[in-house]
């Protein structure tokens, strides 16, 4: 029934409530016009989408969709936030990430909007021994430092702390985190490390420097090798219970043991996605306290990072939208401290433009628009509360896989990891070839004239380990040999555009197929006959009535002037026709065949 508000008006007073049946056969009405004979159930799963992990999000969620209660904010199981006041105080940490020395970028970070320094160190980052030049002139009682050291942790650390000694900066007033990670360091680099210099550092974090952490678990890793959100969160889990059981054996309490980690999660531009996601990771990690008899210890203190995956190399210029999407719902999730990467990180060392770009996403989203002033505020959304339940399981499951085969550790070295993850990936490969996933100016709307960002070469990252994927990179492989061909002949690879009938016949067609075309680096070509195209190959493009009447005429015609290979845009059996492109064909199979017979190596 109709609840009547305090003032007992009520527009929608006289009007009966709508039943989820009567929606269906709205449904299913929509979708008979459009050539489906579905109903019930089978309607609205007709309108649902997969996604990864067996989940799968439907079109309508109502209070039917109940999920577990989350809580309130600052109390397990810690959904709704770690902290009762959430981020309202001033904001999430705006955490920069430095690779490399850059004369006054730290300074000019903190000067504007930074709160918080990620220093890479070390292997694939800063010398540890210019650790001081990189700190010099930060107040460090006032900015917190995150180390990034892998192997040289242990004197990345003493570097550290010596400087609070020699700055007599108060231990009590000291924030960060020493950023020990061994396991994730093996994930990197198929290098095991020694645990016990990391149980030292926590033993004298705990005992000395109370808002110092000495630890991450830094799920990065399992992300950047095609993970998926469940598998993200299992190996974390995992991974943080490895740490505890060591911290543990080592002398330290549960709560010291727990006090002692920071988790660091990808944020990507699926936003709901990650909303769940770290919401999800809260949810989990208070569970394994309450296991370990100190539920009290269940707030998971976390740091979102936008997602290197989906970071591209052409038109990097997008990479801004990815990330302001991606930091709105890290943001939204209640992630503690926050990481934009800059907008050329997959093209190497930021420039300071890149950098101001990068801080500024989150100054606008705290300050101009406000998103931190409400805690949790996708809390009570029956899609967020669902797939939060949802992606909790699903990421629990794959925990206790882990923790079956022996713990974190054990599936490293055994390589089940790197198995499952593969797997991942190769199935979101697929999409990505497909176009099911589009990448925006890359996969789909490529710009070919695009001049191309330079940057100064990042130092190279640990490897050995786990792979890391890009979402771009089997595209940025074709444009690479387009490049390769432009740059030894002049001119790139070309497709000519045969449209029969009127530009309204022809115009969606042979839209979709120069954007296709272009997305692996080959320019289409629409004016003139084919003779003087300098095409080799050509696509015809209109309606499917037109096909019928003209397509094996057009296509002899073509033969005649010398095309090798005529596609059709679209679907059907045409006498004539070589092959055909359409919306979910695997275009980057579709594209190195064309490159391969074009003689662009």
Known sequence: MTVLPDDGLSLAAEFPDATHEQWQRLVEGVLRKSGKEVSGAAAEDALSTTLEDGLRTRPLYTARDGAPDPGLPGFAPFVRG??????????????????????????????????????????GGIPVAELHRALDGVYLDLAPVVLDAGRDTEAAAAALLRLYEEKGVDPKAVRGSLGADPLGYE??????????????????????????????????????????????????????????????????????????????????????????????????????????GAPGAGAQVQHAVTSPVMMTRRDPW???????VATLAAGVGGADSVTVLPFD??????????????????????????????????????????????????????????????????????????????????????????????????????????????????????????????????????????????????ARPRIYLATLGSAAEYTARSTFAANLFQAGGIEPVTEGAFEDSGATEAVLCSSDALYAEQAQQAAESLRAAGARHVFLAGRGDHPGIDSYVFAGCDAVDILSATLDRMGVS
């Open 318 to 324: 997008v990479n801004m939208l990815r990330t302001t």
């Open 345 to 490: 990180h997959a093209l190497g060392l930021p420039d300071a433009f890149a950098r101001r770009i990068a801080r500024n996403t989150s100054t606008i989203l705290v300050e101009e628009s406000h998103l931190a002033r409400v805690i949790d505020p996708a809390g009570g959304s029956w899609y967020v509360e669902r797939l939060t339940d949802e992606l909790a399981r699903a990421g629990w499951e794959f925990f206790r896989t882990i923790e079956r085969d022996g713990g974190q550790a054990a599936v490293l070295r055994s390589g089940r990891i790197r198995t499952d993850l593969a797997t991942t990936w190769a199935e979101r490969s697929k999409k990505l070839a497909k176009r099911r996933e589009p990448v925006t100016g890359v996969s789909e709307f490529p710009l070919l004239s695009e001049k191309p960002v330079e940057r100064e070469p990042a130092p190279e990252p640990p490897s050995g380990g786990l792979p890391r994927v890009r979402r771009d990179e089997a595209y940025e492989a074709l444009r690479a040999r387009s490049d390769a061909h432009l740059a030894a002949t002049g």
């Open 82 to 123: 770690g902290r009762p006041e959430g981020n309202t105080a001033g904001g999430w940490d705006v955490r920069q990430r430095h690779a490399a020395l850059a004369d006054g970028a730290v300074l000019a970070d903190l000067e504007n909007g930074v709160t918080s320094l990620w220093l890479v160190l070390g292997e």
């Open 187 to 292: 994930a990197r680099t198929g290098t095991a490390l020694d645990f016990a210099p990391v149980a030292a550092l926590a033993a004298r974090c705990a005992e000395g420097y109370p808002g110092l952490r000495a630890l991450t678990v830094d799920a990065l890793p399992y992300h950047e090798a095609g993970g998926s959100a469940a598998q993200e969160l299992g190996a974390s889990l995992a991974t943080g219970v490895a740490y505890l059981r060591e911290l543990t054996e080592a002398g330290l309490s549960v709560e010291q043991a727990a006090g002692q980690l920071e988790f660091r999660y990808a944020a990507t531009a699926d936003q709901f996605l990650t909303v769940a996601k770290l919401r999800a990771a809260r949810r989990l990690w208070a569970r394994v306290a309450e296991v370990c």
